[in-house]
């Protein structure tokens, strides 16, 4: 009796066992193969896999800032940086540019040349004649002992693309944004040296060649030169120089001011850090910030007793005033505002020392008195959304003065008169230039098949 007789006598003999579905007998040794089940399917990727490891996809994960110096220029930097989601995944390296005495003279020059110069001299007069004739005591423009940055490395663009190629496959992308007319040929040697590896965003407009950077990001006045109201300004044989010459393409993100830092979750941030000494002064707080003149909008003492007059005038509406000044104010003019204020017990004025409560002001002012030579400024106080009165607007020239009007026209700042009631309040939709712009960056690393790894 062969195996497959057997087996089936067996199986009629059993009826009461229970039978194996996955086996079925034909008949024959041959044929005595299993048919498997079909597998069940398996279960859904989550969301946002795309099948790959992060590195290999094309995920961002880390960001270089190149910054200059001045806290204005570098604010923005960090300001994208922070609501690109990388604020604890980031450095910082810098210019250098040598400053004070002679060397404010050679500012217009190229930063690589100025220190060659610079060494020249140095080598050709001694250590102690230079600092005497080519340095001086002068401030620095962001100090770096204030700052914490007193560690910050000077940037390598050689080094930095070798690092950014190395790292490529291990650590993914490197984004690199840098701010300020210095920065421009680092963060553009860069991008030539490992174009595949790095993502380079320059903010502040370069003037010239905006091919050598995947984005830029500047401001829409910056444009000026090129309505028809600034071409009436400038002589005809001047127009040729007058930069920038082409109109933005995709790659120029426009805002309407300066990026910065004080986003709303920094706001709220500040509330809470700053509410025991801000909470409980008597309203409506008052917020004066007090910059410095500046070569397009220029003002003296006049201004400043002008303004000193008009918030005598005001005081009245305030329930209690808090006063700043900037690290361009010169101190003549932050003296002639102690020396009216420091007896008035409505009046707060900040002396430089201890924490800065700026955001702290952004968070609890109730309004805001603003000088109008610094566009960072007014682009922080304009995206709380509350009043913003602003003092010497009239002297601003060329594309200042079309960034002043641009405020005008959406509704978020005044003319500061000196007539108006401080409790009375009124409103506008707040600028929103730094969540735009991180919304920008992120289709253009998109499209290069790229992300933002959070």
């Known amino acids: 009796m062969g195996i497959s007789s057997r087996m089936g006598e067996k199986l009629c003999e059993s009826p009461s066992r229970p039978q194996k579905r996955k086996l079925v007998v034909l008949g024959g040794a041959a044929a005595m193969r299993p048919r498997r089940l079909p597998e069940p399917p398996p279960p859904p990727p989550p969301p946002g896999f795309s099948g790959v490891p992060d590195?290999?996809?094309?995920?961002?994960?880390?960001?270089?800032?190149?910054?200059?110096?001045?806290?204005?220029?570098?604010?923005?930097?960090?300001?994208?940086?922070?609501?690109?989601?990388?604020?604890?995944?980031h450095s910082v390296q810098r210019v250098t540019r040598p400053r004070g005495g002679i060397n404010e003279w050679l500012h217009w020059i190229p930063v690589s040349l100025h220190k060659k110069i610079k060494y020249v001299v140095k080598r050709v007069w001694g250590d102690s004649r230079f600092r005497t004739t080519f340095e001086s005591n002068k401030v620095m423009p962001l100090s770096a002992e204030k700052s914490g940055l007193m560690n910050v490395l000077e940037a390598d663009p050689k080094q930095i693309a070798v690092m950014a190629r190395e790292s490529f496959e291990k650590e993914g992308p490197l984004l690199v944004i840098a701010s300020g007319r210095d920065t421009i040929p680092i963060?553009?040697?860069?991008?030539?040296?490992?174009?595949?590896?790095?993502?380079?965003?320059?903010?502040?407009?370069?003037?010239?060649?905006?091919?050598?950077?995947?984005?830029?990001?500047?401001?829409?006045?910056?444009?000026?030169?090129?309505?028809a109201h600034a071409r009436e300004q400038i002589p005809w044989f001047l127009r040729r120089w007058i930069t920038p010459r082409d109109h933005p393409d995709s790659h120029v993100i426009l805002t309407v001011g300066a990026l910065h830092q004080a986003d709303s979750a920094t706001l709220r941030s500040a509330a809470f850090t700053w509410h025991d000494e801000l909470a409980y002064l008597p309203k409506p707080l008052l917020v004066v910030n007090v910059g410095g003149p500046t070569s397009k909008c220029p003002y003296g003492a006049d201004l400043v007793k002008e303004l000193i007059i008009k918030l005598q005038n005001v005081l009245w509406s305030c329930g209690s005033l808090r006063l700043s000044f900037s690290r361009r104010t010169p101190v003549k003019v932050s003296e002639m505002f102690v020396r009216e204020f420091r007896a008035n017990s409505k009046v707060h004025i900040w002396d430089g020392e201890g924490s800065n409560p700026h955001m702290g002001h952004l968070a609890w002012a109730d309004a805001f008195v603003v000088t109008a030579d610094s566009v960072s400024m007014l682009s922080e106080v304009c995206s709380t959304g509350k009043p913003v009165y602003v003092a010497g607007a009239e002297r601003c020239k060329w594309k200042f003065a079309d960034f002043q009007n641009s405020l005008q026209e959406r509704g978020a700042v005044r003319?500061?008169?000196?007539?108006?009631?401080?409790?009375?309040?009124?409103?506008?939709?707040?600028?929103?230039?730094?969540?735009?712009?991180?919304?920008?960056?992120?289709?253009?690393?998109?499209?290069?098949?790229w992300r933002i790894c959070t």
Request: with cysteine; aromatic share 8%.
């Open 55 to 89: 590195i290999l996809d094309g995920a961002i994960r880390r960001a270089l800032v190149v910054g200059n110096g001045f806290a204005g220029a570098e604010n923005q930097c960090i300001g994208l940086v922070r609501a690109l989601g990388l604020a604890d995944r």
């Open 187 to 227: 963060a553009s040697t860069i991008r030539r040296l490992a174009p595949e590896n790095v993502f380079v965003i320059q903010i502040q407009h370069p003037r010239s060649r905006l091919d050598r950077f995947d984005l830029v990001i500047t401001p829409r006045h910056d444009y000026y030169p090129q309505t």
């Open 415 to 449: 003319a500061f008169t000196g007539k108006e009631d401080i409790s009375e309040t009124w409103s506008y939709p707040p600028l929103n230039d730094i969540a735009e712009s991180a919304t920008q960056v992120h289709e253009a690393l998109a499209k290069r098949g």
